[in-house]
């Protein structure tokens, strides 16, 4: 809901309408809500490359909020110029039409048990999203993405629902059932919401 992260973002703009959307580039596709595409790993891993990444500002993912959205193939991070950098990272944000607007939409972990990214640096920041996952896994690998105004809820399954290194978590709720936090995780102002007596 437009925290200061990202309140000053001046980079290159994509749309994902998961109902309406098309996977396809060219002629603006991806650049408007009334053009957009239609799911995230195709966003990041042809969409964004195709236009070019801005690898000055960071470019910036908006997912309308009309569907929830499944990652049902992994995201691939290395090597790859739609997963952004340290300096200019890729900004994944709900949104009912336009950025900033409230809106918060469902990104869900569809692959069944793994982690949604190989291993590699995230570069990635998250905010204003419900994050689900079919499996037992949200994210592993690489550390470095960032969770604004997040929450995250362990759907299904047990073990590690976050198993990753250095990812930080601001105004967030996490909850979790039979599942497990693990490695280098910091919170700012979060609440935590355990259902079962499991490590953290």
């Not at 996977?23 to 650049?31: A, I, M, P, R, Y």
């Not at 037992?136 to 960032?146: D, F, N, P, R, T």
């Not at 059932?177 to 693990?182: A, M, S, T, Y």
């Amino acid at each position: 809901m437009g925290l200061i992260a990202v309140d000053n973002f001046t980079g290159t703009e994509y749309y994902v309408d998961a109902i309406n959307g098309s996977d396809s580039t060219g002629l603006s596709e991806g650049l408007t809500a009334g053009n957009a595409f239609q799911t995230l790993h195709y966003a990041i891993h042809t969409g964004i490359p195709f236009y070019g990444a801005d690898t000055t500002n960071g470019d910036r993912i908006n997912l309308l909020n009309n569907s929830t959205h499944d990652i049902s193939t992994a995201i691939d991070l290395v090597n790859n110029r739609g997963a952004g950098s340290t300096s200019a990272p890729v900004i994944v944000q709900g949104c009912t039409y336009t950025p900033n607007d409230g809106g918060i939409a469902t990104l869900n972990n569809a692959i069944g048990g793994n982690s949604i990214a190989n291993s590699g640096n995230w570069s990635f920041k998250f905010v204003d999203l419900k994050i689900t996952s079919d499996g037992s896994k949200w994210s592993s690998g690489g550390g470095g993405a960032e969770y604004y105004n997040c929450w995250l809820r362990a759907e299904n399954g047990s073990n590690e629902f976050i198993y990753s290194n250095d990812l930080k978590f601001f105004f967030c709720t996490l909850e979790f059932d039979n599942h497990k936090l693990r490695y280098q995780i910091t919170f700012f102002n979060c609440i935590l919401i355990e259902h079962a007596n499991t490590s953290i």
